[in-house]
């Protein structure tokens, strides 16, 4: 039955369900095929305030460019990318949203629109494993936000945002440093690459609350790779191993991986030199 239905006429059919509390699905039809862009538009901006989005977007859509130029079409244009946010559509919000800050950089909407924008990449942000160039475009974004309006009300809105983002960030780090761990000598010394990836990490995102973890990491990658090291080279090894463990229990006294750490330490002052 649905492939018989065309995309257009299954569209305003979903649509007009959706919009109960405005004047019912015969005077949406009827707007929608107007040649008025004023009628569109006010009834668009109803069509929001009812919860309406994809309605609004939909009329919006239609109208913002005849539009242009006008003080109703620097609305238009926001209210089009509002509509996408609220309706959770965040790319396609972001890239109204872009349009109008380009277009209006001193406009009446650009702080709102500037910080959906961030907002909006930060809501659609995947999870940790998969690829992150949507949570690196929102802090850019959100920065940008902050560098434009320091004394904004949202600023702790979206400093929150971006250390969320960055721990997400880091915690696919910590994936990759762990996944190089369990790799252990397969093909290479994939210890030593576990090292270098969770230090970059806490260089790259110091105040991260996978820190710890990244640094555990680290004190364990060091100890396989001594333990695993020839005779001549394992006593040097230790004593890194050692000087690892004073580091990491000096920031985390109190770490739920103190006893691990203890155990490691005491392996290792068997094999490192006393000379």
């Given amino acids: 039955m649905l492939n018989r239905i065309g995309l257009n006429a299954l569209k305003i059919l979903l649509l007009c369900l959706t919009l109960p509390a405005l004047s ?14 004023d009628e569109k538009f006010e ?10 989005y994809s309605q609004a977007y939909t009329l919006l859509g239609d109208v913002v460019t005849m539009l242009k130029g006008s003080e ?3 609305e238009a244009l926001y209210l089009l990318g509002l509509s996408y946010y609220e309706n959770k559509e965040y790319i396609d919000a972001a890239s109204y949203f872009q349009t109008y800050y380009a277009r209006f950089p001193k406009g009446k909407y650009t702080e709102l629109a500037r910080f959906y924008t961030g907002y909006g990449y930060f809501l659609d942000s995947p999870e ?7 949570t690196i475009k929102a802090i850019e974004e959100l920065q940008a936000f902050l560098d434009y309006y320091p004394r904004s009300d949202k600023v702790t809105i979206a400093q929150n945002a971006i ?3 960055q721990d997400k960030l880091t915690l696919k780090e910590l994936q990759n440093a762990q996944l190089y761990y369990n790799m252990g000598i397969y093909r290479g010394n994939n210890y030593e690459s576990a090292i270098i990836v969770a230090q970059n990490a806490i260089k790259e995102y110091p105040y991260s609350k996978y820190k710890e973890e990244l640094e555990m990491l680290i004190l364990k990658a060091r100890y396989q790779e001594a333990s695993m090291s020839v005779d001549e080279r394992k006593s040097d090894r230790f004593r890194d191993v050692i ?3 004073y580091s990491f229990i000096n920031n985390y006294p109190e770490s739920q991986f103190r ?3 203890d155990n490691i330490y005491k392996i290792a002052s ?3 030199s006393t000379d």
């Fill in 243 to 245: 000087d690892e463990y």
């Fill in 24 to 37: 019912g699905c015969g005077e949406y039809q009827r707007v929608l095929k107007s040649k008025d862009p």
């Fill in 43 to 52: 009834f668009a901006k109803r069509a929001f305030e009812a919860g309406s």
């Fill in 128 to 134: 940790a494993q998969l690829d992150q160039s949507g």
């Fill in 259 to 261: 006893e691990e750490a």
């Fill in 270 to 272: 068997r094999y490192a």
């Fill in 72 to 74: 109703k079409g620097e």
């Fill in 163 to 165: 250390f969320e983002l």
